[in-house]
């Protein structure tokens, strides 16, 4: 994990939803105790149960968290992507890491240390209170989300991940949509809550119907609306 130029930090910071509200000076506040790192492919970034050092924001590059059960399996929680923040809830708990984060492409970061960020909230309570707001309503979307997914059977929870993989992932190329993102059949399986087995059959068969192709590097779906149909029918 290597230190770079840190250079439009304020810039790249407000395109977070947590720091939409903040003015110019604000910002500048929070750029200055923001630091820049380029970080490795398959390099563990902080692991699930370590002591919460830093909230991460992503500049270019892609990283996995996942979850480890008492069995040692891996469930994974997210794909995060450039634009993205980790771990959300960071910055208000005394909380250590929830999840493991491992960077599966060369990544670059920025860091705010969370005893830097405590005191600057302290010293400016306006900070605080505007990303107080805008995190109340994230948890609130969170919520939803779960309730959703939680809600389907597999078939659904496929057919949902993928969609979600599309709109948070996918490029549009011609008339396909292609999510550039190195995921095996079992990490897939993970982030849905289910086997291997059944994953490969669900995706198997949507390609058989040629609806998708799916590889170790990408998947590519071919029809878009036919996916939405199949899941809210």
């Given at each position: 994990m290597t230190r770079?130029?840190?250079?439009?930090?304020?810039?790249?910071?407000?395109?977070?939803?947590?720091?939409q509200d903040l003015s110019p000076e604000e910002l500048k506040q929070?750029?200055?105790?923001?630091?820049?790192?380029?970080?490795?492919?398959?390099?563990?970034?902080?692991?699930?149960?370590s002591e919460k050092e830093a909230v991460f924001f992503i500049r270019t590059g892609i990283v996995k968290a996942y979850k480890t059960d008492e069995?040692?399996?891996?469930?994974?929680?997210?794909?995060l992507k450039t634009g993205d923040m980790f771990p959300h809830t960071g910055f208000f708990n005394a909380h250590p890491y929830p999840a493991t984060a491992v960077a599966i492409t060369p990544t670059s970061l920025l860091a705010i240390p969370v005893r830097h960020f405590e005191r600057l909230m302290l010293s400016t309570p306006s900070i605080a209170i505007k990303?107080?707001?805008?995190?109340?309503?994230?948890?609130?979307?969170?919520?939803?989300?779960?309730?959703?997914?939680?809600g389907q059977d597999v078939r659904n929870r496929v057919l949902s991940f993928l969609l979600m993989l599309a709109e948070q992932h996918g490029q549009q190329?011609?008339?396909?949509?292609?999510?550039?993102?190195?995921?095996?059949?079992?990490?897939?399986?993970?982030?849905?809550?289910?086997t291997r087995e059944t994953a490969n059959r669900l995706l198997n068969q949507l390609a058989k119907d040629e609806l998708l192709e799916v590889d170790r590097s990408r998947i590519i779906i071919h029809n878009l609306q036919a996916l939405k149909e199949q899941r809210d029918a």
């Open positions: 770079v130029n840190k250079e439009n930090a304020a810039e790249f910071l407000q395109q977070f939803p947590i720091f929070v750029e200055e105790i923001a630091i820049s790192r380029s970080i490795s492919k398959k390099t563990v970034i902080f692991s699930e149960g069995n040692g399996h891996e469930q994974i929680v997210s794909f990303i107080m707001r805008v995190l109340g309503d994230k948890i609130r979307e969170l919520q939803d989300k779960l309730q959703v997914l939680s190329q011609a008339d396909k949509i292609v999510i550039n993102l190195p995921m095996t059949h079992q990490e897939f399986a993970n982030s849905i809550g289910t």
